[in-house]
């Protein structure tokens, strides 16, 4: 039984994001989307919102294995508080893979050990970035084929 998460901060969630998790779904036996709660400072939605979002795309595309928890602390404490052996995270770039090697080394740390497996982006994702849409939006630009129409539609309503 291998129990997996996915953390993130997941302002917005993309389309990237949902690709990594459903793959994720399919290479784990169980597995944890987790939004971290203290991410930044002055968010676009709120974590609470975000897992509501995050929770109707999943259901959407039929992952029973998948759950989303708002977690508020560190990654380390909630791999440990539930036994998860994996810490998934997506990469799109050698610049992103920098910074998650080291990334993956101090959570192996703090996390009890926890393995990070990394998943390179499938190439339509490439681009798309939480804070690119953050900049794209505020400009009132076109988001429409980086984030599921609920998402869109939050973030519309959140301006
Ligand atoms: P954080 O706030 O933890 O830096 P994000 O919320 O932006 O991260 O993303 C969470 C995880 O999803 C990270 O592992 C990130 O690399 C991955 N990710 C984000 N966008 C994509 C994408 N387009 N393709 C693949 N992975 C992605």
Redesign the pocket.
């Known amino acids: 039984m291998i129990k997996a998460i996915f953390?993130?901060?997941?302002?917005p969630p993309?389309l990237?994001?949902l690709?990594?998790i459903s793959r994720g779904a399919f290479l784990f036996d169980s597995l944890d989307v987790v939004v971290a709660a203290n991410?930044r400072k002055t968010p676009l939605l709120k974590p609470k919102q975000i897992g509501i979002l995050l929770e109707e795309q999943i259901k959407n595309l039929k992952l029973p294995s998948v759950k989303v928890v708002v977690h508020n602390g560190l990654i380390g404490d909630y791999c440990r508080s539930i036994n998860a052996s994996v810490l998934l995270?997506?990469?799109?770039s050698s610049s992103?893979f920098d910074y998650?090697f080291e990334l993956s080394i101090l959570n192996k740390q703090l996390g009890g050990g926890i393995e990070t497996v990394f998943l390179p982006?499938e190439t339509k994702?490439l681009v798309?970035?939480?804070s690119t849409i953050r900049e794209i939006l505020k400009y009132r630009g076109d988001i429409s084929q980086m984030v599921p129409p609920e998402v869109e539609r939050a973030l519309l309503e959140s301006l």
């Open positions: 953390p993130g901060s997941f302002d993309t990237g994001h690709n990594i991410a995270r997506g990469v799109r992103d998650e982006t994702y798309f970035r939480s």
